[in-house]
């Protein structure tokens, strides 16, 4: 098999919240800690670093804010090393008053062929699952634990 495109991890979702709300469940470390990781070391922020925790996983990962425009874009490099480190865009999109469109590309993944495959396809399922349980937390207050409980 032959690619002709680098492979990149997306994933989208509709949450019924107004984009603000939505905005800023990915930014601040007191919401998006109700579905994701359970702790960071800061808010993100254009220029700012800060670590992610899954303390349940023992994993660390360092993050550098590259571009973060409120209720439009957040941009990233993230890793758990400099050999490992990828780029993520957040793209939110109100299409009402009372609802946003979220679409997280994750990509430039390091390696050879196979470990960006795996790493586009394994970011693809995990983001799925992070907007999902988003979507759960913003809409009903209900943690689903999906990630803690998918690995």
């Not at 490099?77 to 679409?103: K, V």
Request: charged share 25%; aromatic share 10%.
């Amino acid at each position: 098999m032959k690619l002709t495109t680098t492979p990149v991890a997306k994933a989208a979702l509709l949450i019924r919240k107004p984009i603000a709300e939505v905005y800023e469940a990915f930014v601040d470390p007191e919401i998006v800690t109700n579905f994701w990781f359970d702790k960071s070391t800061g808010r993100l922020e254009s220029g700012k670093s800060v670590q992610w925790h899954w303390t349940m996983f023992d994993m660390i990962v360092d993050v550098k804010v590259l571009d973060a425009k409120e209720n439009e874009h957040i941009e990233i490099e993230w890793g758990t090393s400099a050999e490992d480190t990828s780029t993520a865009e957040w793209t939110f999109e109100q299409r009402s008053p009372d609802t946003t469109f979220i679409t997280i590309v994750n990509r430039d993944f390091p390696g050879d062929i196979d470990k960006v495959v795996n790493s586009a396809l394994d970011c693809t399922g995990g983001f799925a699952l992070v907007l999902a349980a988003a979507k759960a937390w913003l809409e009903h207050g209900v943690r689903l634990n999906v990630v803690a409980d998918g690995h």
